[in-house]
């Protein structure tokens, strides 16, 4: 997989009655970084889900990176998640009686074989190379996102994709953490989704668009 342009046509989710995600046309090509707004309910999640081979449409096309990600078995799914896509969450799910090291090499297990220096060197870019050996609980939350930002970058994902990743954080641990998924993609290109209930998250991106009741209802360009 070169490139992480996603490509959605009628791309549909249902959970039983409810239609999560009406039928949305989206194409978002590589390198860009989109932010996805809406109110809570919107679909922004099940959108995000779905671009990151989470979740499977219930219709519509979805390609991303070249692959039909509907067409995909379990384990291409899986593959997909693996060697593509990177994930911040809202909540770090990091191990607790794990060290920031540590947590970083479990991901690496996950994927591959886990290296210390490795994972050191991902740790450092995030400005934590002094921290390697506290666990989460010694760490401030913007401490914590850092070690989920190393953890999501440490495969080179083509995609990296956040979900909230500053809805815990106060202004000052926002922007630093902005300031660094800025620094990163500048280095490594890859395309990024966002989703974010924040305007001035949002801005940073270079393209919002916002979701009503699971339909995509506008979009604004907010960088040249
Ligand atoms: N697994 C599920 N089963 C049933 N309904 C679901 C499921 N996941 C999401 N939904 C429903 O789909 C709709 C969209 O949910 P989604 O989580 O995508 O919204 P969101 O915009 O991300 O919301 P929030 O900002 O609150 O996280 C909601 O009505 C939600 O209740």
Same mark, same amino acid.
Request: charged share 25%; proline share 4%.
């Given at each position: 997989?070169?490139?992480?342009?996603?490509?959605?046509?009628?791309?549909?989710?249902?959970?039983?009655?409810?239609?999560?995600? /009406? +039928?949305?046309?989206?194409?978002?090509?590589?390198?860009?970084?989109? !932010?996805?707004?809406?109110?809570?309910? !919107?679909?922004? !999640?099940?959108?995000?889900?779905?671009?990151?081979?989470?979740?499977?449409?219930?219709?519509?096309?979805? $390609? $991303?990176?070249?692959?039909?990600?509907?067409?995909?078995? =379990?384990?291409?799914?899986?593959?997909?998640?693996?060697?593509?896509?990177? %994930? %911040?969450?809202?909540?770090?799910?990091?191990?607790?009686?794990?060290?920031?090291? =540590? &947590? #970083?090499?479990?991901?690496?297990?996950?994927?591959? #074989? +886990?290296?210390?220096? @490795?994972?050191?060197?991902?740790?450092?870019? #995030?400005?934590?190379?002094?921290?390697? /050996?506290?666990?989460?609980?010694?760490?401030?939350?913007?401490?914590?996102?850092? $070690?989920?930002?190393?953890?999501?970058?440490? &495969?080179?994902?083509?995609?990296?994709?956040?979900?909230?990743?500053?809805? &815990?954080?106060?202004? /000052?641990?926002?922007?630093?953490?902005?300031?660094?998924?800025? =620094?990163?993609?500048?280095? @490594?290109?890859?395309?990024?989704?966002?989703?974010?209930? &924040?305007?001035? #998250?949002?801005?940073?991106?270079?393209?919002?668009?916002?979701?009503?009741?699971?339909?995509?209802?506008?979009?604004?360009?907010?960088?040249?």
């Amino acid at each position: 997989m070169a490139v992480a342009t996603i490509e959605t046509s009628g791309l549909t989710r249902s959970y039983g009655e409810i239609c999560a995600l /009406k +039928p949305i046309d989206l194409s978002v090509p590589e390198g860009e970084w989109l !932010s996805v707004m809406g109110h809570s309910g !919107s679909g922004k !999640s099940t959108l995000m889900n779905l671009v990151g081979g989470l979740d499977r449409p219930t219709a519509g096309a979805l $390609v $991303v990176g070249g692959q039909d990600l509907s067409t995909l078995t =379990e384990d291409g799914l899986a593959r997909f998640r693996r060697e593509y896509v990177g %994930i %911040i969450f809202q909540q770090h799910h990091l191990v607790p009686y794990l060290s920031a090291l =540590e &947590n #970083v090499m479990l991901s690496q297990y996950f994927h591959s #074989v +886990p290296d210390e220096a @490795e994972a050191r060197h991902a740790l450092e870019r #995030v400005g934590l190379g002094h921290r390697l /050996k506290n666990r989460p609980g010694e760490l401030s939350g913007g401490e914590q996102q850092r $070690v989920c930002i190393a953890r999501a970058i440490i &495969n080179s994902p083509k995609l990296l994709l956040g979900d909230e990743p500053t809805g &815990n954080l106060d202004h /000052k641990s926002t922007l630093m953490v902005m300031e660094l998924l800025k =620094e990163l993609r500048a280095e @490594e290109r890859f395309t990024v989704v966002m989703v974010t209930h &924040n305007e001035e #998250v949002a801005a940073w991106g270079d393209r919002t668009i916002y979701l009503t009741d699971g339909v995509l209802v506008r979009e604004e360009r907010t960088r040249s």
